[in-house]
């Protein structure tokens, strides 16, 4: 009976997964895309606030990608994830499986990375070429070869960075690709404070101490505008930071304040979990 019951739940979780790249799925989507256009058109966009939704990513991040694309176009549907699991329920799955996405998934556990390869093997695109799964432990030594070994170089879609570590100075570092959009893990525990913690090559989250990682919501904007980037957005709990390349769609996706994506009534709770560590070693930036 065991077996039965874990084989009848594993058989559930396949058509609940495979409803997420439904053709009633795409299509709605589809015709999400084209209304947004229209609306551009006639100058009548939502609030970047209000168009997330959630179909593989762990939030609504998925939403917010599309409305952004549909903004700037889905200029040559590639995207890197570092950080991606098993690239399954991540930022860049909806892209893959439901826009023909390719390029890169790239995580640390070879059991997640075994299992995103024979889902997606499981799952081929009728007519784009599978993503790439790599695994190993991603540092700035290492990233752009890591890149370049995809065979990814130039101008991509999407970059998505969630490593609960080094986060900051893996973008920092990167310079194979040049992203249309970046969605980024931003430690806002860290509070409104321009500091970033130490770059450490060896770092496996939670490390010392599970608050210190990471960098500040002022940080990252600062190395965003350094890179060539404006803050458009973030996820509604606001740890997901949400940067758009400068000159694409700078009218509709106007920059918006740190202040503006940090409303959730959790972040002042975030913002207590600094004290602990708050005498420890940080780098103003």
């Known amino acids: 009976m065991g077996f039965l019951k874990n084989y009848l739940k594993d058989k559930l979780y396949i058509l609940k997964v495979r409803d997420r790249f439904s053709a009633a799925t795409q299509i709605s989507q589809r015709q999400l895309f084209n209304q947004y256009q229209v609306w551009k058109k006639e100058d009548k966009l939502p609030q970047i606030s209000d168009t997330g939704f959630r179909v593989f990513s762990q939030y609504e991040e998925d939403g917010k990608l599309l409305f952004i694309l549909s903004i700037i176009g889905m200029q040559n549907k590639t995207f890197i994830e ?36 024979k889902f997606y093997a499981k799952y081929p695109h009728p007519w784009m070429e599978a993503p790439k799964f790599t695994c190993d432990l991603v540092k700035t030594e290492n990233i752009n070869q890591l890149i370049k070994d995809a065979n990814l170089k130039g101008d991509i879609d999407v970059l998505s960075i969630d490593i609960d570590g080094n986060d900051y100075w893996i973008w920092d570092a990167i310079s194979e690709v040049s992203p249309n959009i970046v969605i980024i893990e931003t430690h806002i525990e860290l509070g409104m404070r321009n500091i970033v913690v130490p770059y450490d090559p060896d770092y496996f989250f939670p490390g010392k101490h599970p608050i210190y990682h990471g960098a500040s919501p002022i940080a990252m904007v600062n190395l965003a505008q350094k890179k060539g980037y404006r803050l458009v957005g973030a996820n509604d709990l606001g740890f997901n930071f949400i940067f758009v390349k400068n000159g694409l769609g700078d009218k509709e996706l106007p920059e918006v304040t740190i202040e503006s994506v940090l409303w959730h009534p959790s972040v002042e709770d975030c913002f207590k979990k600094f004290e602990p560590i708050k005498d420890w070693e940080f780098i103003e930036v």
């Open 82 to 117: 570092i950080g991606s699991d098993d690239g399954i329920n991540s930022n860049c799955a909806n892209l893959a499986l439901n826009f023909g996405y390719t390029g890169l998934f790239l995580d640390g556990n070879p059991k997640a990375i075994k299992r995103g390869r």
